[in-house]
């Protein structure tokens, strides 16, 4: 990607959020001076109002969204333009600190992608790629996996939706949009992170420190997002970051305002259209606050707003068509094999010395008798590590005892509850700054810190630099983009397969909230001989292709190599055409 | 409510937490033969 790519691409997300961030910007008090915060929170809102207003009329046509947005947004501009220079002037506090933090977080994440020409993305951008790609080709939110597989769309699609729109208006490809945005997200998080510990702590230092822990030394739900690809997690943990800030500030209002009092539950539907899981961190946040904080009005103003939000989520999904997961029983959402994560790993994979200066954070909390603001804090972190335990062990070894030995899943993807816990462990850190015995020694504090977020970059800097893909993939995937027909079936895997040739394959990348243990995708990945797929092909008159990773002389009885380089072949069932 | 139980409360699940994730922990070490061809898929 170039600079002028670069460019064209922030010029069109601004585009996307500009009239609901002028929104924002009105809806706020006029004699207040304009602070980073506020331009900040207006970007943030930007992609909430967004996705609020884009998606029921994307299920309709993205065009359509297209027209109407040019329609409202040009007019806005003109007329807000000289309103904005009237009545807003720049606060002389501005928080540079934030904005630095923020700018640096972005182009820490960016810089692993800039050595690569063509980067498609960490582990789970093979189906989010795909999803973006489908509204595009599509011009409307997919209802169904086709051409991948016949099953409904389950996964909110709210970050896709803002990817696709900038990547038709940037003329640049969704998969280098998402990636974009996934960086955008480390630094709005990092600079959020910056004021909502402002605002826990009252202290500057304390600030500085969460967001610097968050933004530099944080692995899993932070740095390590580039790495799986965790975009609707990151998006929305963004907005949850700005749902507790605005439930927060609901709460300091000095006058009945009914508006700005359910202003959060805007906030919370655009979670539950971006990102199914974090909608149930946010109820698990609302369920930690009520039970062990005394904050009664933080709990009373979470748990209305959380509700008034589910509740106009599910209006806007009702409106584009059936409410999705009625076929929650064939998705891996309660039956999920994941790998099981011992204490050590947690500890690993948040990033050791994270790891350690969060926990000290959570403890100098605790040593203090968690004052009253900061029972928000201890209440976030153990209602998310206490889920993390009942999923992970609880639930896990229960399954392994009732079935015998013979299972061993969990439910609800415990990992994602470790990478959601970075956010309240981050601003835990903050503490580590205004108690004894670290606050007396902040200069060697923030030395340290700014050392380990350097180390930590680097080393994350490092772990993305492979050999760049499997040798002979890309040949192969334009090869098979070139040649093969559109309704064939490829069997086998390449990275970014199915996004790269629009092909089906014979294990598409569909995430657990998908019914991916529908009988037809249960057969194909029961079938592993060329006769078994070769019957398959035949029955349903499809032409059927393998990918191998095989020299052309190699390949097995009853295929025929048609392509081959790098040691990847692909070869068609039967004799050659 | 006083708001020291809400401190000792937050003490407690945490404790009792980590203890399980200890114990857990330990048991996924103990069980690792038995686990060892079981399928996990990464996403």
Known sequence: MSFVDGIRMAACFLYALTPYSALYLFSRRKEKALDFEDILLACIWGIAGFILVALPIVSVSLNLYSIVHAAVCVPALVWLTPALRRHFCIASRFHWAAAAILLLAFLVRLAPFLPHDNWFGGGDMRFHNILAESIIVGDALPRTWEPFAEIAVNYPLGGHLLAAFVSVHSLLPVHTVLNALLCLCGGLSSALIYFLALRLFENKSAATASALSYGFIALVGSLDYIRWGGLPNALAMLLLLLFVTEVLKACELEEADVLRSMAPALVAAAIVLTHHYSALAMFLLVGSIIILTPLRAVAKSGLMNSLAGLLLALLILRSGGPLPGSDVGKTSVFMFYEHPITLREVLVSMNLPFAVVSIAGVCAILRNGIPRKLSLLTAWTTGYFAAFVFLEYIYRLAVFIISDGQHFFTALTPSRLIADLAYPLSLSVGALTVYNPVARYRTYFAAVLCSLGLTSCLLFFLSLQGPGGIPGSSAAIEWISANVPEDAIVVGSLPHLEYRSWRRTSSPPIPASEARNHPELLRQRSMTSVAQWHAYAESRGLECYYVLSADAHSVPPGLTALHSSGGISVCIVGAAP | ?43
């Open chain 2, 1 to 43: 409510m006083n708001e020291k139980v809400y401190t000792s409360l937050t003490r407690i699940v945490l404790a009792v937490a980590l203890a399980i994730a200890v114990a857990g922990s330990l048991a996924f070490v103990l069980l690792e033969k038995a686990i060892q061809n079981m399928p996990f898929s990464d996403f």
